[in-house]
């Protein structure tokens, strides 16, 4: 099997990325799909819920040049420790406090530390894999990021109803966070065994900044235009989905982990094919093709329909959505030089979160003012304009086999 052939060929530095990786997704996963649940226990409503995840995305966002800097500055390795302490901090602190300002602190906190990962991700795969092989590396890390997110979602889910029963809800998603912060630390351990680039050359915060200058051509301002509208579409909707299930549709949190786990496998799924896909159809054709046909799924999600109906639309939208990512990431890679890919992958990280964030604090006003199914519609029209800018993009690659 291609991938198995791959993995044995991965350098220590991609392999112990590769655990890393999926110990910082069950991270991720447990805070965005559980702090919204936890903070609605404590008697914050939405709107206030959707401001925390967009701060949280924001500085994810923000946080992305800053981390670009320690990337050059201090390295890989120390760079990717001091995320994780971030979040850890952040992960347990959510939990002690319940005033408005500390509890935005500590999304704060996450999102400086999840901003580390979002910056070295594509340029550190990129590094450490020979040409022939990234799609296939993208793809398996893309495959990993989502198993992380599905034990958040679906162990996360199981253990606050298990513990529903002993303790209060607050109280068994207090847990879920506990253990998540005992990963983050655990962490460490896999990055210490890595190692930084032996001609890594430090640049000063001046020599990081000129460098944005240098990649600003004309196909990398479309492509982070493209990032931007996927990306305010997906805020709009994706970050409420436990929320949508829970208090919309009124599912217990281990189903709505369950149905959110099972989503999360069709990215895993997708994950797995989509080198068939781009040996048959390309890059650029693939990503058009996958996100346009999610968009039906999408739709279908807001009528009423039974519990097995309801997975298989969350299954295939998230699927199909988001199994095109690692060629976007491989694609993206490819617009610059190799010096200047810790500012692309910043810059994009940066994009991707500030525009998710818009499309968060949007999602959770319309969900709070006017009702759940409203931004779904509004997400699909910036998802067929997206794909649009994406396929001018590729246009003469389009014209082509390929």
Known sequence: METIRVIKKLNRNMKMFLIVNLIECFVMGVFNT????Y???????????????????????FGSVFSAYLLEKIG?????????????????????????I????????????LSVRATEEGMFITENTPEENRVAVFSLSYVIYNLGYVLATFLGGVISSYMAHVVDSKTAVQIIFVISTFMSLIAIIPIALMKDPKNHV?????????????????????????????????GLVVPFFSIYLKYSMNISDAVVGSILSISQFGCIVGGMVIPFLVSRMGRARTVIFCQLISIPFLLSIMFPQGLIMLTIAFFMRNGLMNMATPVMQNLEMDLIEEDERTNLSSLAAVIQNLSRAVGITAGGFIMEHISYNAPYFVTVVLYVIGVLIFRSIYKSDLIGKK
């Open 39 to 61: 903070l609605k226990e404590i008697g914050y409503g939405e709107h206030f819920v959707g401001y925390v995840l967009s701060i949280n995305t924001l500085v994810i966002a």
């Open 202 to 234: 430090p640049r000063d915060m001046k020599g990081c900044f000129k460098a944005y200058k240098n990649i600003m051509k004309k196909n990398v301002i479309a492509f982070m235009i493209y990032y931007g509208i996927i990306g305010v579409g997906a």
């Open 34 to 37: 559980f702090v919204g649940i």
């Open 76 to 100: 890989r390795r120390y760079s990717f420790m001091l995320g994780f302490l971030f979040t850890a901090a952040g992960s347990i602190g959510i939990i002690f406090v319940h005033s408005k």
């Open 102 to 113: 500390l509890i935005l602190l500590m999304s704060v906190a996450v999102g400086f530390g």
